[in-house]
């Protein structure tokens, strides 16, 4: 008998240090790990001893006796990873135990972004004795990308935050939510207090086509699309024409395949996630029948995963189609993509509401209209032209990280220069004393939530020698005065306390309604929400 990783991998690799005969693969430090879809759990070394089940933050793991029909695929999924890269018995890898040195014994950090990244980071330095955190999110919600990212139907993922909210109630954390780091403080400022600040604030820019009409009314962001169905403040008052009978992606990573799917699934499904009411009500008026994912190259470089896409084959209501002349090639050189074909379009069924159609080797030309889209251009590898109809074209090409004031910054690559962690100047070379990077604003939006697990350990043994070094001078400020600077300028900043308040208030309307939790969309209603009870 053996367990079973399945969909909604997180890659945090927790699981593996617990594993007793390492069979989970790959780990921390093996040459795919920070590249993989998922972790994978060797069926002919598993013991069948459930310590990774027990540890897993997201609960992805699955004895084979329990698996769950939506996820039998995985079991041969686990199965064929491991017929591609045999397992070599090998001992626990091990864990660096953190601590300062006896001559320093206290240590003062400022984590900017409370995604999984800053969370990650923040956590580790809280464990290590004499350290103090203080963590800084511009809205009054932590957790990023996890509360506004991830799919509303994805409820094991966003399981994750149960690992991080504990942060927010240690005594050596203070968090200063609602607070603008470069706004309300800047980054200079947080130096005079603290001995280093990381920045973690995520990739929030988005990639453009370079296409003639990517400006017209009705051709938008996933990154805009995602914040409106999960109920970011900053897109509340967002509006989307879903009156057209098709909507076109242009993306084929996962978070294509995730909007694709919030378009195309039933709209009663959707009433019992955490979705945001306004959206729940768009989508229910939804005339949408057709989502168009298109995509570049050919399927044996689609940038989606392969849990995603057989997740996507077991909802209700949607049939996937795919045009057999643009995967033809691929399925006869690959077997491995042949596999993945097979398992994902099945013979089309009667009784499907909507169809997701999955198109290949088309690159966008032109988005086509007068006063509003109409049609997008697609070129052929054949040098013809194909023109599809739609009201609602949605970029999902990928996220790029933003320029910030006083750091360093790459335009090319969208990132925060650096060397494991530690930002550098790229004119001079040297490193910006005392300023650290972790997620994607460090490495670019690759990877999913676990893997900013593995690369803020890495930023912080930076930090962590340099600070041993001597590198990191003594702030000159103390907590207190920070507190109160914060205070003074930010009257209605959020602390640990305040958001536990809102957490609470959510879950329990989230409970009167079966939901997870109903959340709070506006500045307003999420500031009063963290006052009272």
């Known amino acids: 008998m053996t367990f079973v990783i399945t969909q909604g991998c997180c890659d945090d690799a927790s699981c593996v240090s617990v594993c007793p005969v390492q069979c989970i693969r790959p780990r921390p430090g093996d040459p795919d790990f920070k590249t993989t879809e998922q972790l994978y759990i060797d069926p002919a070394t598993c013991i069948d001893c459930g310590a990774c089940m027990d540890e897993c933050p997201v609960n992805a793991i699955y004895p084979e006796w329990d698996l769950p029909d939506q996820h039998s695929e995985f079991l041969e999924i686990n199965s064929d990873y491991f017929a591609m890269n045999p397992n070599a018995v090998c001992s626990p890898p091990q864990s660096p135990t953190r601590s300062l040195p006896a001559e320093r014994p206290s240590l003062s950090v400022a984590v900017v972004g409370t995604g999984p990244a800053g969370c990650y980071a923040a956590t580790e330095l809280s464990d290590i004795n004499g350290v103090t955190v203080s963590i800084f999110d511009r809205l009054p919600t932590p957790f990023g990308l996890v509360r506004s990212g991830v799919a509303p139907d994805h409820a094991a993922t966003k399981q994750i935050t149960k690992r991080f909210n504990g942060l927010f109630s240690r005594p050596n954390v203070q968090a200063y939510l609602n607070v603008e780091v470069g706004r309300d403080i800047n980054v200079s400022e947080l130096l005079e207090h603290h001995h280093a600040v990381i920045w973690a604030v995520g990739a929030s820019d988005d990639r453009k086509l370079g296409i003639t009409g990517e400006d017209l009314p009705g051709c938008v962001s996933a990154r805009e699309f995602v914040a409106w169905y999960n109920g970011h403040p900053d897109a509340v008052d ?54 168009v994912v298109t995509a570049r190259r050919g399927p044996e470089s689609a940038a989606y995963t392969t849990g995603e896409m057989v997740g996507l084959r077991h909802v209700d209501g949607v049939q996937l189609a795919v045009h057999e002349d643009e995967v033809n090639d691929a399925v006869a050189s690959s077997p491995l993509v042949a596999r993945t074909v097979g398992r994902i379009f099945q013979p089309a069924t009667s009784g499907q509401d909507r169809t997701i159609t999955f198109r290949y080797g088309l690159t966008p030309c032109a988005i086509n209209g007068d006063e509003r889209v109409r049609s997008v251009t697609f070129r052929r590898p054949d040098g013809t032209n194909e023109e599809i109809e739609t ?143």
């Open 238 to 291: 967002h509006r989307y024409d879903l009156e057209s009978k098709r909507v076109v992606v242009i993306g084929n990573g996962n978070v294509a395949v995730d909007v694709a799917r919030l378009l195309a699934r039933p709209v009663g499904s959707l009433a019992r996630t955490d979705a945001a009411d306004h959206a729940i009500e768009a989508f229910r008026a939804s005339a949408v029948e057709e989502v």
């Open 391 to 533: 009201g609602l074209v949605i970029r999902a090409i990928g996220f790029r990280g933003r320029r910030v004031d006083g750091l360093p910054f790459d335009e090319r690559a969208g990132v925060v220069p650096n060397v494991a962690g530690s930002v550098h100047d790229p004119e001079t070379g040297e490193p910006v004393v005392g300023v650290y990077c972790t997620g994607w604003i460090k490495r670019g939006a690759t990877g999913v939530i676990g893997t900013n697990k593995v690369d803020s350990a890495e930023t912080i043994g930076s930090l962590l020698s340099d600070f041993a070094a001597g590198r990191l001078p003594t702030p000159v400020g103390g907590q207190d005065i920070l507190a109160a600077l914060l205070h003074e300028r930010k009257p209605d900043l959020v602390d640990g306390e305040g958001w536990q308040r809102i957490d609470r208030a959510e879950r329990k309307a989230g409970r009167k309604a079966r939901r997870p939790r109903q959340k709070l969309v506006t500045i307003a209603e999420l500031l009063a929400a963290s006052r009272r009870e």
